[in-house]
């Protein structure tokens, strides 16, 4: 089984709609992340959590909200999707030492906002 | 001016070729830099990883930093087709987790 797991996959909503996009990890990581991708701009983070109770805004947070149900769960919210939000969103981990320098990407959730 | 320039390509070479994969960036705070492969449809995965300025070779790998220039790369010998991917540097400063990406340069290792 993939240590980091997102749902959807692929999902296709319309303008104003409220998403709810979901990342699971089995690696007992600490930290999550969530980035988003588009063509020509690489990955920008959204927003991150280093514990629970600790949830930080990213570079471009404005339209998305988060909540850390769990150490294993972190999802990410559009509460009114706009077509600008379409992209490839990926979830990650990572440990708290120094020297673990990994993120662990999971597959990504591909939304079109229409 | 973004904090982290990498040039997107697309870049085409046939197999065999050494390729050189380059990123800039203007935050001399940064300290530890790190270059991501990502397949088509998959998620990034952590390819090399450097501490402050110097070489690391893996295999047919190597990555350079030269903190003075502002400059990291990557090189891949004796490319194969299963090199084919795109590839994106990563770096952020030292007490932090937040990393910072460059955009990723599609590269095709052509038979």
């Known amino acids: 089984d993939a240590d980091v797991t997102q749902t959807p996959r692929n999902r296709i909503t319309k303008t104003g709609k409220r998403i709810m996009l979901e990342c699971s990890q089995t690696?007992?990581?600490?930290?999550m992340y969530w980035y988003r991708q588009d063509p020509g701009l690489g990955l920008r983070l959204i927003y991150y959590?280093?514990?629970?109770?600790?949830?930080n805004k990213g570079e471009i947070s404005d339209g998305y909200s988060v909540s850390r149900q769990a150490q294993a769960k972190f999802s990410l919210s559009l509460e009114s999707a706009i077509p600008n939000q379409t992209a490839l969103y990926f979830c990650?981990?990572?440990?708290?030492?120094?020297?673990?320098?990994?993120?662990?990407f999971g597959p990504g959730t591909r939304l079109l906002v229409l | 001016q973004k904090e982290v320039e990498q040039d997107p390509g697309p870049l085409s070479v046939p197999e065999g070729a050494i390729v050189s994969l380059n990123c800039t960036y203007s935050?001399?705070?940064?300290?530890?830099f790190m270059w991501y492969r990502q397949y088509s449809r998959k998620g990034p995965e952590l390819l090399m990883y450097?501490?402050?300025?110097g070489n690391k070779e893996d295999g047919r790998f190597t990555a350079q930093v030269d903190k003075s220039s502002k400059y990291i790369s990557l090189f891949i010998r004796d490319s194969q087709p299963s090199d084919s991917a795109t590839y994106l540097c990563?770096?952020?400063?030292?007490?932090?987790?937040?990393?910072?990406f460059g955009q990723g340069t599609r590269l095709t290792i052509n038979p």
């Open positions: 959590s280093f514990d629970v109770k600790d949830i």
């Open positions: 450097t501490y402050s300025s």
């Open positions: 935050n001399s705070a940064f300290q530890y």
């Open positions: 990563a770096m952020r400063w030292g007490g932090a987790q937040k990393l910072v």
């Open positions: 690696k007992g990581h600490d930290r």
């Open positions: 990650a981990t990572s440990g708290v030492r120094e020297d673990e320098e990994t993120q662990y």
